[in-house]
Every structure is written in C-alpha cells, then in structure tokens.
C-alpha cells in the first residue's frame, strides 16, 4: 500500500469486529449522540429486519437477502488487530452497546450460540472490549454484568451519555421486537448489516482526510439534484428561481444550522401538496429519491419544458411554504414559552411522531396569513399529540408505522381540502367524534417491558399540568429526561410487606407497576430513598413535585392554589393524602383515578381548539360529566387492533375470542384469556390486556422478558397442551396465515 493510497472494503458486522479492536486518536469528539439518533439507527433496522423476516424466501435462505447499508467509516491499521476510527465512532459505540443488551437477553433465553456469537463481537479476548475507549469501560462493565451504573461527580459527560443511550436501547428494542424474534434480529444483524471502511495509510493520513471531510465541501445531494434540475427548465426565470431557492434553504435554517433540514421539508412538502392518495410507490420513492420522483412525475406536477413559469411557481410556493412553517420546524427544537401553544409539536417530535410535518404542510395553504398557518400547525399537532395519548393508553401500537399510516391514509386527504382555521378544526374535531377508544380504557394501565417511554411522557404531562396549575416552576423536559427524573415505584419489590393484603405475586406485580402506583422523582432523591416504606419517604416526596407531594398528610395545608385547584376540580376525592393505615389497593386504585381525570382535562378536544359534538357536554369545569362518561362509552368501538401474531390468529380464526392459555413457571400454572383485539387478560388480576405475549408472560413469571409465543400454551379437553408458536407456525405452513 503506498504513503497515501486509499482503498475501501466492505464488512458485515461479524466480519468488522471479529479479532479486532478499535481505538480513537486525540482529535476525535466524545460520545455525543443523543436520544434522537439512537432512537432513528435502531427503529431503521428494526424497520429493515421486519420487512426481512416478512419474506418466506429470504427465511429460508437468508444469504439471498439483500444487505442492509450501514453507511462509510475511515479507520487506519497501524497492526494486523487494531484500528483507529478517524470517522464512526458514534454508530460503532452505539453498535457495541446493542450487542450488549442482546447477549444480556440471549443469556437470559437460554441461547448459547447466539451468546457466543455475539461475544466474538464484543470482546477481542474474552475481556478487552472490542470499541476500546478507557473512559467507556466502567459503563460497558456494569451494561455487560446487567447492572445499574452509578453516575457520579468524576464521570465525564462521554461515559454519562454511554449510560443513557445503553437504557434507552434496551426499552427500545423490547418495545420495537418481540422477544422471540431476537434471536434472528441478531443473525440479521451480524451476517446482513454492512458498513463500508476507507482505510488512511497511516496515522498521518487518517488526520488529513479527518480534516478534509470536516473542512471541505460534501457531495452533491437529493436537493442539490433538484434544484439543478428546476434551474434547467426555467428559461429566463433561472436567477429569480436560484435566489429564491436560497431564501427557501435560509428559512429552514436561520433557527438551527442543519444540513438535513431542507431535505427533510421537501420530502414533507412533497408528501403533504403532490403525492397520489392511495399510492403507496410515491410515498416511497420520494422518501428515497425525491429528486427522480419530481423528473419521472412532471406531468402529474405541471412541470412539463412547455411551460417554464410552472418550475419557477412550484418553486415560489415551497418558498412560501417554507416561511410558514419556520415556526412549527423551531417549535419541534425546543420548548418556547410565548403563548403560540405549540409545545405539542415538540411533544410529538420526542415521541416519534416526526411524521407530523407531513400533515401540517398537508393543512396550510402556501398563501395563508402566518397566524393562521400557525394554529392550523398547532391544531395538527395536538390532534397527534391526542392521538399518541390515546394509543398509549388503550395499550395499541405508537410506532413510527402507525403513525404513518394515520398522516397519509387519514389525515393528509383531508386536511388538503381545508381552506381556513375553521375547516381544520372541523375535520380534526370530526375525527375526535370516531376516534376509537376512550381514556377510561386505561383503568389498570402500568409500566410494561417495552412502554417506559411512554408511561414517562404520560406521568410527565401529568405533573407538568398540576404544577402550572399551582403555578410553581417547572419544565416538563426535564421530567422527560430519565437522568434528572426516575420513574419512581410508591412501593419497592417486596412481597412480603403486603402479602397479607395481597397474597397472589402475580397480582403484587402488575398492581405495583400499575400508573397510580408510580410517580416521577428528582434522580439525587430517589437515591437517597431507596426501598423505603410508602409512610416513611411519602414526606420525602415533597422536595420533587405537588402530584407526589400530595401524598404525604398535611402536604396541602399551606398551599391555597393547590387547595383551589382541588375544589375548582373536584379531585377531593383522588387529589388527596393517603394515611399508613391505608392499603396498597385502595392507594394505587385512587392514584389511578387521579392520573385518568387530569389526563381528560390535558387532552380535552374543546380545550384544545377542535369542536366536538357530543350529545353530553363537559360540564363548566372542563370535565366530562358522568352522564358524559357514560355516553361515551355507550358510543365507543371496539378498541383498534393490534398487529401482533395473536391478533392475528384471532383475525384468521385460529384462536377464537376468550380462548384460555396458560403458562408454567416454577412448577406453578399461569392462566389468561385472549379478547377480541388479541390482548392477553391475566385471570390472576384482570383488567386491562397485555397487548403482547411476552409482556404478559413477563409479569407473570415476574421476570424481566419472556418468550411469550413460546411459553404460553393452550390446552385441550384431554389436558394436552400446544404452545402458541407451534398453533401459529402450524397456520402459516397450512396458509391459513
């Protein structure tokens, strides 16, 4: 190889960490990436694995399965078994982190090939870890032991954020996979995944190209490509359109600078203004190649070389469209306090929800006055915000697939059609009216193995709203952020104080978890209060916020906004403090009523700008009177149906409505039956349904995961039992799946 020569090399996963080990030089950044990225890389290949294993073919010969493109990498090779990265450290520590977390759930599963697989990638020797970063190492140890990590005074900001993203990915993985699918997910991962390495001569070498691809200019990309394309057509037009153009990409930029902004815009604009109800092939190919889109549809778009002013008026329109939606592009950056309401779009970006600026686009017109541009983008965005809540709590599916096919098969068709505020809030206020479900469904919603998310952002929203209530300072990010807020548990894990008042573990389990049982705590107290008693830290939680606060007796005695809200409310009854003599029952069944009233009032349709007409009002105060609940439940559908294999069973009539299934741990048999939306209902607590297997085989084994397909089993009159795998893999051979 000579002094500067450059060659690539493509490696799939198993091949790039396989008897090597990689080190940063001096110049390289720390650990930065945040939520956001960690969230996109790993919903990317859940995505990309599930269109995989959708595939018979590819199942049964997965070498013929095309290969998922991680992207590029530069490293240099100063020995046979050691790289240092010039650039990828970020996907390769975020990498090494979700190898991780999938050989903690391989070894819990009982799969050793795929736990030896998974340490030829983690480690180089058994011990060194294969990303050697030294600062990284005392996270990696406690991540690789299935242990808790102490953050503390002398950590760095790097090791800090090592810790955050390896929790994250761990909720997100179970939330986005079942745990029978891991397994292949990790064959996937390591024989399909591919990233490409350039490879420096030399240390020397590696620093020049670090310095020029973070100094020089980058490719031309898909927008450049359609600007290029537009300019061409133009005629005579061609400077007026070039600066205009300019003006376009400074709108979506003046906030922030991000270099992906105005693809992202366009992409939505596109998606919003011109793609085909019902056509499924525009959707994907301008999310791919938005540039070939607009030349292969320039009839459909007018953009025909017989009438140079259309290229100049589409692109005038973007411009204006883009002008417009300057305030909904910062409003999802940060949280701004200066009365637009528009923090639902923040909300809604935090929650993956990024698919709303289709639907806002889809609502403005390009020559709206800015203020109405601006509460059509906040009505869209609360109507999704509702959305999510609602999804969340009636236990359905909130992934990036179900919102999409809200926006575009609901939303974008007729939100097109609207000319003015009014016409927005009408549709939307329309949808409200059928939306399926209720918030009352969540009568015994808790924490799950794969909802931490979204039990944080619904305890969050719930804090946030009765501390603006008692107007005390607050910030709703904050108890968004699991290191400065934790979930905390109003009772610790052990049994046997309340045995006496609930015998059943099962029933301790999910009851502990349930929403009125927990709470968001200041992370430095919730270290110092460990595994206490309710009784004793209840009066600890008066430092963190009023909805724990409240709990400890007393508590509202020198509060008289706190008092009025309670009276001007009603929630004298739930709002309240609770004595030791009270039972665990009685406590978490009032916090539960709690939690649903004040989530009624947050996500009001009225109060958040869409008319709904109900035969049965909310009463003055906002709350849905009890002839209203009643009404509402008269009129509500059946709840939405699940995509797992379950429903899906149910669906072909494989299983049938109330079927029982049970499963056994330890000697001792678990029974539930399966609803008509394919939810498991544990018999030991009843209520609302596990809307997966292994959720419901988790709590009721009282383990962390649990092959649900696997374990639960249905039995016949003769007592033999046929698990839930083998039924559905007996269906899908017979095509009845």
Same mark, same amino acid.
């Given at each position: ?15 790039? *960490? ?44 997965? =070498? ?120 292949? *997910? ?23 190209? *670090? ?62 203004? !011109? ?50 939606? &300057? ?19 923040? *909300? ?37 915000? &509702? ?30 059609? !609207?000319? /003015? ?12 009216? =059928? ?50 807020? =934790? ?217 962390? /995961? !649990? ?14 039992? /046929? ?15």
């Amino acid at each position: 190889m000579g002094p500067d020569e450059i060659r690539s090399q493509g490696f799939s996963l198993k091949e790039l *960490f396989r008897d090597v080990a990689y080190e940063i030089d001096y110049y390289q950044r720390d650990y930065t990436w945040g939520e956001d990225e960690v969230r996109t890389l790993l919903r990317d290949l859940c995505d990309s694995f599930r269109t995989w294993s959708a595939d018979p073919v590819y199942l049964r010969r997965p =070498h013929t399965a095309p290969q998922y493109f991680l992207g590029p990498f530069v490293y240099y090779e100063p020995s046979k078994n050691q790289r240092y990265l010039v650039d990828g450290q970020q996907r390769f520590v975020t990498l090494h982190l979700i190898f991780l977390q999938l050989r903690l759930w391989a070894q819990e599963a009982g799969y050793p090939r795929v736990v030896d697989r998974l340490n030829r990638v983690i480690t180089t020797d058994g011990d060194q870890f294969s990303v050697g970063i030294t600062d990284h190492d005392p996270v990696l140890r406690a991540v690789s032991e299935g242990r808790k990590y102490e953050t503390g005074l002398g950590d760095s900001l790097s090791r800090r954020n090592v810790w955050a993203r390896s929790q994250q990915i761990e909720s997100q993985l179970v939330e986005e996979l079942d745990a029978e699918k891991l397994h292949r *997910f990790t064959e996937w991962l390591l024989d399909r995944v591919v990233l490409v390495g350039i490879r420096a001569a030399n240390a020397d070498h590696g620093y020049r190209m *670090f310095e020029t691809m973070n100094d020089r200019g980058a490719r031309l990309t898909a927008v450049d490509l359609l600007k290029s394309h537009l300019l061409s057509h133009v005629g005579s037009g061609e400077d007026q359109l070039n600066a205009q153009w300019h003006e376009m990409l400074r709108e979506l930029t003046t906030d922030r600078e991000d270099s992906t902004a105005a693809s992202r815009f366009i992409k939505a604009y596109l998606l919003a203004r !011109c793609a085909r109800e019902g056509l499924d092939d525009d959707r994907r190919q301008i999310a791919t190649n938005l540039n070939v889109w607009v030349r292969q549809n320039a009839t459909h778009l007018g953009l025909v070389p017989e009438r140079p002013d259309n290229f100049l008026r589409f692109v005038q329109d973007m411009l204006k469209s883009a002008r417009l939606f &300057r305030p909904i592009l910062a409003a999802g950056r940060e949280l701004k306090r200066d009365g637009d309401r528009l923090e639902a779009v923040l *909300f809604n970006e935090r929650n993956g929800l990024s698919v709303q600026a289709v639907a806002v686009l889809a609502a403005m017109g390009s020559d709206d006055q800015p203020s109405d541009a601006k509460d059509k983008g906040r009505l869209v965005a609360a109507y999704l915000d &509702r959305w999510y809540a609602l999804r969340v709590l009636q236990d359905l599916p909130v992934q990036s697939a179900d919102a999409d096919t809200l926006v575009h098969t609901t939303l974008v068709p007729l939100l097109r059609n !609207c000319r /003015t505020v009014a016409d927005v809030a009408r549709v939307l206020g329309d949808l409200v009216l =059928h939306d399926a479900g209720s918030i009352r469904d969540a009568g015994t919603l808790g924490l799950r193995g794969n909802n931490a998310h979204q039990i944080r952002y619904l305890l969050a929203r719930a804090t946030a709203y009765v501390e603006e209530a008692c107007r005390r300072p607050h910030d709703v990010l904050a108890y968004l952020d699991r290191d400065q807020f =934790h979930i905390e548990h109003l009772w610790a894990k052990h049994h046997h104080r309340v045995e006496e008042e609930i015998p059943d573990g099962v029933v301790f389990r999910s009851l502990r978890n349930q929403l009125g049982g927990l709470g968001l705590l200041m992370g430095r107290e919730n270290s110092s209060i460990n595994d206490l008693p309710l009784h004793d830290k209840a009066p600890l939680y008066a430092r963190s916020n009023v909805l724990l606060g409240i709990i400890a007796p007393g508590y509202d005695r020198r509060n008289p906004l706190l008092r009025d809200l309670i009276k001007t409310h009603q929630l004298d009854k739930t709002l309240r403090s609770f004595g030791p003599g009270e039972s665990m029952t009685t406590v978490i069944a009032t916090r539960q009523e709690l939690y649903l009233s004040l989530f009624e009032r947050i996500w009001n349709p009225q109060r958040l700008g869409m008319p709904v007409s109900l035969p049965t009002a909310e009463n003055d105060l906002g709350e849905p009177s009890s002839q209203a609940r009643q009404t509402t439940s008269r009129r509500r559908p059946a709840t939405g149906r699940r995509r797992t294999d379950v429903a899906k069973m149910i669906d072909a009539q494989v299983l049938t409505v109330g079927t029982r299934i049970v499963l056994t741990y330890r000697s001792a048999d678990h029974w539930a039956t399966i609803d008509e939306s394919g939810g498991i209902i544990l018999t030991a607590t009843g209520g609302t349904p596990y809307g997966r297997a292994d959720e419901a085989g988790a709590v009721a084994r009282g383990t962390k /995961t !649990c092959q649900g397909m696997n374990e639960w089993h249905v039995e016949d009159e003769g007592g033999m039992r /046929t698990s839930l795998r083998t039924l559905r893999d007996r269906a899908v051979e017979s095509g009845v799946l």
